[in-house]
Protein backbone atom coordinates (compact mmCIF):
# COMPACT_ATOMS: atom_id res chain seq x y z
CA UNK A 1 0.00 0.00 0.00
CA UNK A 2 1.76 3.32 -0.94
CA UNK A 3 -0.90 5.85 0.58
CA UNK A 4 -1.45 9.65 -0.76
CA UNK A 5 -1.87 10.41 3.29
CA UNK A 6 -2.35 8.99 6.53
CA UNK A 7 -3.85 10.08 9.93
CA UNK A 8 -2.39 7.78 12.84
CA UNK A 9 -4.58 8.51 16.33
CA UNK A 10 -5.16 7.55 19.67
CA UNK A 11 -9.03 8.74 20.87
CA UNK A 12 -9.33 9.26 24.30
CA UNK A 13 -12.12 10.55 26.72
CA UNK A 14 -15.40 7.88 26.73
CA UNK A 15 -14.50 5.92 24.75
CA UNK A 16 -10.50 4.64 23.64
CA UNK A 17 -9.27 3.26 20.37
CA UNK A 18 -6.16 3.31 18.10
CA UNK A 19 -6.92 3.84 14.29
CA UNK A 20 -4.75 4.40 11.36
CA UNK A 21 -6.58 5.70 8.33
CA UNK A 22 -5.18 6.01 4.56
CA UNK A 23 -6.27 7.72 1.48
CA UNK A 24 -5.23 6.05 -1.56
CA UNK A 25 -3.52 7.58 -4.53
CA UNK A 26 -6.02 5.75 -7.15
CA UNK A 27 -9.15 5.02 -7.40
CA UNK A 28 -10.61 1.81 -8.27
CA UNK A 29 -11.88 1.61 -12.11
CA UNK A 30 -14.96 0.78 -10.95
CA UNK A 31 -16.00 2.98 -7.88
CA UNK A 32 -18.35 4.79 -9.01
CA UNK A 33 -20.06 1.76 -10.39
CA UNK A 34 -19.94 0.10 -7.06
CA UNK A 35 -20.84 2.90 -5.59
CA UNK A 36 -24.02 1.57 -3.28
CA UNK A 37 -22.77 -2.00 -2.71
CA UNK A 38 -18.89 -1.48 -1.94
CA UNK A 39 -18.11 -2.05 1.26
CA UNK A 40 -15.54 0.19 3.77
CA UNK A 41 -12.30 -0.93 3.64
CA UNK A 42 -11.91 -0.43 7.20
CA UNK A 43 -10.48 -3.27 9.01
CA UNK A 44 -12.40 -3.71 13.01
CA UNK A 45 -10.29 -5.11 15.89
CA UNK A 46 -11.55 -6.02 19.28
CA UNK A 47 -8.51 -6.22 21.76
CA UNK A 48 -5.91 -6.96 19.15
CA UNK A 49 -8.19 -9.54 17.35
CA UNK A 50 -9.90 -9.05 13.85
CA UNK A 51 -13.89 -8.48 14.48
CA UNK A 52 -14.02 -8.13 10.83
CA UNK A 53 -11.78 -7.58 7.23
CA UNK A 54 -14.28 -4.86 6.28
CA UNK A 55 -17.27 -3.62 8.45
CA UNK A 56 -18.88 -0.98 6.32
CA UNK A 57 -20.87 0.50 9.44
CA UNK A 58 -17.63 2.26 10.20
CA UNK A 59 -18.05 4.63 7.59
CA UNK A 60 -20.63 6.25 5.38
CA UNK A 61 -20.50 5.37 2.36
CA UNK A 62 -18.88 8.20 0.15
CA UNK A 63 -15.72 7.15 2.33
CA UNK A 64 -16.04 3.77 1.40
CA UNK A 65 -12.21 4.16 -0.57
CA UNK A 66 -10.40 5.11 2.93
CA UNK A 67 -8.38 2.06 4.29
CA UNK A 68 -6.95 1.20 7.33
CA UNK A 69 -7.59 -0.21 11.11
CA UNK A 70 -9.23 0.74 13.56
CA UNK A 71 -8.68 -1.41 17.11
CA UNK A 72 -11.31 -0.52 20.15
CA UNK A 73 -10.34 -2.21 23.52
CA UNK A 74 -14.34 -1.16 24.48
CA UNK A 75 -16.38 -3.19 22.21
CA UNK A 76 -17.61 -6.42 23.24
CA UNK A 77 -15.77 -9.38 21.50
CA UNK A 78 -18.60 -12.41 21.45
CA UNK A 79 -21.43 -10.88 19.56
CA UNK A 80 -22.58 -11.24 16.05
CA UNK A 81 -21.99 -8.32 13.34
CA UNK A 82 -25.27 -7.35 13.64
CA UNK A 83 -25.42 -6.53 17.49
CA UNK A 84 -21.77 -3.93 16.94
CA UNK A 85 -23.72 -2.41 14.15
CA UNK A 86 -26.37 -1.66 16.61
CA UNK A 87 -23.60 -0.98 19.42
CA UNK A 88 -23.67 2.86 20.42
CA UNK A 89 -20.04 2.53 20.83
CA UNK A 90 -19.56 1.74 16.83
CA UNK A 91 -21.45 5.02 16.45
CA UNK A 92 -19.34 6.90 18.31
CA UNK A 93 -15.74 5.29 16.44
CA UNK A 94 -17.71 6.20 13.33
CA UNK A 95 -18.65 9.54 14.13
CA UNK A 96 -14.75 10.46 15.34
CA UNK A 97 -13.09 8.57 11.83
CA UNK A 98 -15.34 10.55 9.65
CA UNK A 99 -14.01 13.85 11.30
CA UNK A 100 -10.73 13.09 11.27
CA UNK A 101 -11.25 12.49 7.81
CA UNK A 102 -12.39 16.12 6.78
CA UNK A 103 -9.57 17.08 8.97
CA UNK A 104 -6.99 14.91 6.92
CA UNK A 105 -8.60 16.57 3.56
CA UNK A 106 -8.59 19.96 4.95
CA UNK A 107 -5.35 19.80 5.83
CA UNK A 108 -4.12 18.98 2.72
CA UNK A 109 -6.50 21.24 0.55
CA UNK A 110 -4.87 24.42 2.98
CA UNK A 111 -1.53 23.12 1.97
CA UNK A 112 -1.82 24.15 -1.39
CA UNK A 113 -3.74 26.81 -1.21
CA UNK A 114 -1.78 28.43 1.09
CA UNK A 115 1.32 26.82 -1.18
CA UNK A 116 -0.16 28.73 -4.18
CA UNK A 117 -0.60 32.00 -1.93
CA UNK A 118 3.36 31.71 -0.60
CA UNK A 119 4.48 31.60 -4.18
CA UNK A 120 2.91 34.87 -5.32
CA UNK A 121 4.48 36.53 -2.37
CA UNK A 122 8.05 35.48 -3.71
CA UNK A 123 10.49 38.57 -3.14
CA UNK A 124 12.10 37.97 -6.26
CA UNK A 125 10.35 38.68 -9.58
CA UNK A 126 12.77 37.45 -11.75
CA UNK A 127 13.03 34.03 -10.29
CA UNK A 128 9.13 34.34 -9.62
CA UNK A 129 8.97 34.53 -13.69
CA UNK A 130 11.27 31.25 -14.15
CA UNK A 131 9.36 29.80 -11.58
CA UNK A 132 6.37 30.24 -14.03
CA UNK A 133 8.02 29.00 -16.72
CA UNK A 134 9.28 26.14 -15.51
CA UNK A 135 5.79 25.13 -13.79
CA UNK A 136 3.78 25.70 -17.10
CA UNK A 137 6.16 23.34 -18.83
CA UNK A 138 6.11 20.81 -16.24
CA UNK A 139 2.11 21.82 -14.96
CA UNK A 140 1.75 17.29 -14.33
CA UNK A 141 4.44 16.92 -12.42
CA UNK A 142 3.81 19.95 -10.18
CA UNK A 143 0.51 19.49 -9.45
CA UNK A 144 -0.44 18.96 -5.66
CA UNK A 145 -1.01 16.42 -3.07
CA UNK A 146 -5.12 18.10 -2.93
CA UNK A 147 -5.26 18.26 -6.89
CA UNK A 148 -4.32 14.60 -7.22
CA UNK A 149 -6.65 13.52 -4.51
CA UNK A 150 -9.07 15.71 -6.27
CA UNK A 151 -8.93 14.30 -9.81
CA UNK A 152 -9.57 10.78 -8.29
CA UNK A 153 -12.09 11.24 -5.44
CA UNK A 154 -14.40 14.19 -6.47
CA UNK A 155 -17.52 12.56 -7.21
CA UNK A 156 -17.11 10.58 -3.33
CA UNK A 157 -16.87 13.81 -1.86
CA UNK A 158 -19.78 15.48 -4.14
CA UNK A 159 -21.93 12.60 -3.16
CA UNK A 160 -21.27 12.95 0.68
CA UNK A 161 -22.02 16.63 0.13
CA UNK A 162 -25.30 15.53 -1.24
CA UNK A 163 -26.19 12.08 1.66
CA UNK A 164 -24.18 13.38 4.66
CA UNK A 165 -26.42 16.46 6.46
CA UNK A 166 -24.20 16.58 9.61
CA UNK A 167 -21.14 17.37 7.47
CA UNK A 168 -21.95 18.93 4.41
CA UNK A 169 -20.63 22.41 5.40
CA UNK A 170 -16.73 20.56 6.20
CA UNK A 171 -17.64 19.04 3.02
CA UNK A 172 -18.51 22.46 0.95
CA UNK A 173 -14.96 23.65 1.65
CA UNK A 174 -13.44 20.76 0.26
CA UNK A 175 -15.27 21.20 -3.62
CA UNK A 176 -13.62 22.81 -6.87
CA UNK A 177 -15.13 24.31 -9.36
CA UNK A 178 -13.80 25.64 -13.21
CA UNK A 179 -15.32 29.37 -13.63
CA UNK A 180 -14.79 31.46 -16.45
CA UNK A 181 -12.10 33.16 -14.17
CA UNK A 182 -9.92 30.81 -13.61
CA UNK A 183 -7.83 29.29 -16.54
CA UNK A 184 -9.21 26.07 -16.74
CA UNK A 185 -7.94 25.51 -12.48
CA UNK A 186 -10.43 24.45 -10.42
CA UNK A 187 -10.63 26.53 -7.52
CA UNK A 188 -12.31 26.67 -3.95
CA UNK A 189 -15.57 28.49 -3.34
CA UNK A 190 -13.61 30.08 -0.74
CA UNK A 191 -11.29 31.80 -3.59
CA UNK A 192 -14.53 32.40 -5.84
CA UNK A 193 -15.56 34.59 -2.51
CA UNK A 194 -12.61 36.35 -2.40
CA UNK A 195 -12.46 37.75 -5.60
CA UNK A 196 -16.50 38.45 -6.04
CA UNK A 197 -17.55 42.26 -6.92
CA UNK A 198 -18.37 44.04 -4.15
CA UNK A 199 -21.82 44.55 -4.72
CA UNK A 200 -22.26 40.77 -5.78
CA UNK A 201 -25.23 39.03 -4.00
CA UNK A 202 -25.08 35.75 -5.21
CA UNK A 203 -22.44 32.72 -6.39
CA UNK A 204 -23.69 32.40 -10.05
CA UNK A 205 -22.85 29.50 -11.83
CA UNK A 206 -24.09 27.42 -15.09
CA UNK A 207 -24.36 23.48 -15.75
CA UNK A 208 -23.67 22.14 -19.52
CA UNK A 209 -22.40 18.94 -21.03
CA UNK A 210 -19.16 20.40 -21.72
CA UNK A 211 -17.06 23.52 -20.85
CA UNK A 212 -16.27 23.52 -24.60
CA UNK A 213 -20.50 24.13 -24.83
CA UNK A 214 -20.95 26.27 -21.76
CA UNK A 215 -18.75 28.87 -22.98
CA UNK A 216 -20.74 29.74 -26.16
CA UNK A 217 -24.20 29.66 -24.31
CA UNK A 218 -25.42 33.46 -24.70
CA UNK A 219 -26.65 33.58 -21.17
CA UNK A 220 -22.97 33.39 -19.85
CA UNK A 221 -21.71 36.73 -22.32
CA UNK A 222 -23.78 38.90 -20.33
CA UNK A 223 -21.90 37.88 -16.85
CA UNK A 224 -18.85 37.83 -18.81
CA UNK A 225 -19.32 41.40 -20.03
CA UNK A 226 -20.19 42.82 -16.75
CA UNK A 227 -17.07 40.94 -15.23
CA UNK A 228 -19.10 38.65 -13.19
CA UNK A 229 -17.34 34.91 -12.11
CA UNK A 230 -19.59 31.89 -12.79
CA UNK A 231 -18.80 28.39 -12.16
CA UNK A 232 -19.24 25.78 -14.95
CA UNK A 233 -20.70 22.66 -13.77
CA UNK A 234 -19.60 19.65 -15.83
CA UNK A 235 -20.25 16.97 -13.63
CA UNK A 236 -23.62 15.89 -13.45
CA UNK A 237 -23.19 15.34 -9.61
CA UNK A 238 -22.43 18.84 -9.53
CA UNK A 239 -25.66 20.70 -9.91
CA UNK A 240 -27.44 18.46 -6.85
CA UNK A 241 -24.95 19.03 -4.96
CA UNK A 242 -24.84 23.04 -4.76
CA UNK A 243 -28.49 22.53 -4.31
CA UNK A 244 -28.21 20.64 -1.63
CA UNK A 245 -26.08 23.08 -0.14
CA UNK A 246 -28.16 25.94 -0.74
CA UNK A 247 -26.03 28.63 0.08
CA UNK A 248 -22.62 29.58 0.86
CA UNK A 249 -20.99 31.83 3.86
CA UNK A 250 -24.41 33.46 3.31
CA UNK A 251 -24.02 33.70 -0.26
CA UNK A 252 -27.14 31.97 -2.27
CA UNK A 253 -26.13 30.00 -5.13
CA UNK A 254 -28.01 31.19 -8.31
CA UNK A 255 -28.15 29.46 -12.07
CA UNK A 256 -27.89 32.10 -15.01
CA UNK A 257 -29.71 29.50 -16.84
CA UNK A 258 -32.68 30.09 -14.98
CA UNK A 259 -35.09 32.55 -16.47
CA UNK A 260 -35.80 35.26 -13.58
CA UNK A 261 -32.26 35.46 -12.71
CA UNK A 262 -31.57 38.68 -11.26
CA UNK A 263 -28.09 40.22 -12.01
CA UNK A 264 -26.56 42.18 -9.69
CA UNK A 265 -25.35 45.85 -10.98
CA UNK A 266 -21.55 46.39 -11.10
CA UNK A 267 -20.25 50.03 -9.13
CA UNK A 268 -20.08 51.36 -12.77
CA UNK A 269 -23.47 50.72 -13.40
CA UNK A 270 -24.88 52.58 -10.35
Not at 140 to 155: A, I, M, P, V, Y
Request: proline share 3%; with cysteine.
Amino acid sequence: LDPLAYTHFNAEGEIEFKSILYLPKKAPFDMMDNYWSKKSEVKLFVRRVLVAEKFEELLPRYLNFVRGVVDSDDLPLNVSREQLQQNKIMKVISKKLVRKVLELMKKLAKEEETGEDDDEDSDDEETKEEEKKEEKKDKTDEEGTWSKFWKEFNKNLKMGCYEDDSNRSKLSKLLRFTTTKSEGKEISLDKYLDRMQESQESIYYMSGDSLEVMQKAPALQIFKKKDLEVLMLSDHLDEPCLQKLADYEGKKFVSIQKADVKLDETEEEK
